[in-house]
């Protein structure tokens, strides 16, 4: 069997690189289908093969951290989480995520993988706060169990199938750390103690 590459490991899931192995028409039908992106505002225009690349190539470099979450029993990609708008000066990040497979949501993939890279942006990148906004319930019950505080609401920011909704910010200093659920994770604490 081909050994997978883990860039930071959790218990139900891994974190690793997107691959250009990885099924991109599989992705293309998750950023298009409206049952997944009902909370997002990527269903105004259909994404295209060119978007798609467009949007794998601007998520290199140094201001952006795309992975794909992989499922351990199975090896499966399930979806993405992205750690993006990274200012290093103001050493802060904004944190949003994708489970692309319908049945691997609601199995606590997502909030694994959201721990896994806030405290990977803590404690590695050294980043002092995160932020995210969402409209959706279930992410919004994520935020506030992990310990992020709700920190405004920007009113009818968001067009959704025919009506405004308000995007609830949230954010999350380093010193807040100590209120996210602690997971062991070896191989990303030697890397963190390395630096």
Known sequence: MKKQIVFIEGKKIYLRPVLESDDKKEYLRWLNNYKINRYSNRLSWPTTEGDLARYLNDCGGKKNLL???VEKKGERHIGNI???SI????RSGELSIMIGKEDAQGKGYGREAW????RHAFEVLNLRRLEAG???PAMESILKKQG???EGT???????SGKYLDVKRFGILREDLARLPRKKNARRDARAKAR
């Open 87 to 90: 200012n290093w000066i103001a």
């Open 67 to 69: 992975l794909a979450i």
């Open 82 to 84: 992205l750690l993006s």
């Open 154 to 160: 920007l009113r009818q920011a968001m067009f959704l």
């Open 148 to 150: 992020w505080t709700h």
């Open 115 to 118: 721990q896994l890279l806030a």
């Open 134 to 136: 969402t409209v959706h």
